[in-house]
């Protein structure tokens, strides 16, 4: 049996880590193959705390968050990372970055995917990267497209947690226990150095959802205990045999 494979879409190089490296750490460690695809490097408008400091260029704030995105992705046992380098504030991919992503899909062939929510009035970039995704999988399950190459199957995508659920109009149906790897996240967390105002934020979530874990799981009638974890809302319908 084929090892199973996942793949992140992220729009900025920090996203996946807030997000869903909990999820990532976890599938790595059961031996899944997870790629990261980074389509920005946020240097515009996630690194304010580089453009701070005196003699900041573009291509240094580009510089320093790919390193830190690295070191995240070291932490969190992640396979493949890469960086499309396609813009921020706003992100837009054209034509042929694309069908790169698509050529990433086709190769990874990941039995499932991860992205962002599909509205996020604060940041418009993150529902982009979420279509550009939902396009590019539907491209890779094409027959016409490239003949001879492999064709997608029908991986769930799964839309990780915004900043502000409620504006997102984001709804979970799907939540994952990460206690076992939370030190994998907390690391990696730390590794993303010009975002730390978000280092305390992210833990309170995955602390909360943890809370919802267990009343989901039983509650005080047997519920299972979890310190932290992380939601899910997923795209598809999923196929079962038996409820």
């Known amino acids: 049996m084929a090892a199973r494979t996942a793949l992140v879409v992220s729009a900025h190089s920090a996203d996946f880590v807030w997000r869903c490296g909990g999820a990532i750490a976890l599938h790595a460690q059961k031996g899944v193959a997870v790629t990261v695809v980074c389509l920005s490097y946020g240097e515009r408008g996630e690194s304010a705390k580089l453009w701070k400091q005196d003699g900041m260029t573009l291509e ?5 968050r790919r390193l830190e995105a690295e070191n995240a992705a070291k932490a969190l046992g992640v396979h493949d990372i890469q960086f499309f380098d396609c813009g921020d504030y706003p992100l837009e991919l054209d034509r042929e970055q694309r069908f790169r992503l698509v050529d990433v899909i086709r190769k990874v062939q990941p039995d499932f995917m991860l992205s962002h929510s599909l509205e996020d009035p604060y940041n418009t970039d993150h529902p982009y990267a979420t279509r550009v995704a939902l396009e590019c999988r ?11 190459e492999k064709v997608l199957g029908a991986p ?8 502000q659920t409620e504006q997102c109009n984001w709804k979970p149906d799907t939540i994952l226990d990460i206690t076992d790897v939370w030190d994998r996240k907390k690391a990696a967390i730390e590794c993303m150095e010009g975002q730390q105002h978000l280092w305390d934020y992210y833990t309170n979530v995955a602390q909360n959802r943890a809370n919802q874990f267990r009343r989901n799981s039983g509650g005080q009638a ?4 979890a ?3 992380e939601a899910f809302q997923s795209i598809f319908p999923r196929t079962v045999d038996e409820l």
């Not at 240094?60 to 320093?64: D, I, L």
């Not at 769930?156 to 900043?163: G, T, W």
Request: proline fraction near 6%.
């Open 60 to 64: 240094k704030v580009k510089a320093g």
């Open 227 to 229: 310190k932290y974890a």
């Open 156 to 163: 769930q995508l799964y839309l990780f947690e915004p900043h």
């Open 222 to 225: 047997g519920g299972r205990e």
């Open 138 to 148: 539907m491209v890779a399950q094409a027959w016409g497209h490239n003949p001879g």
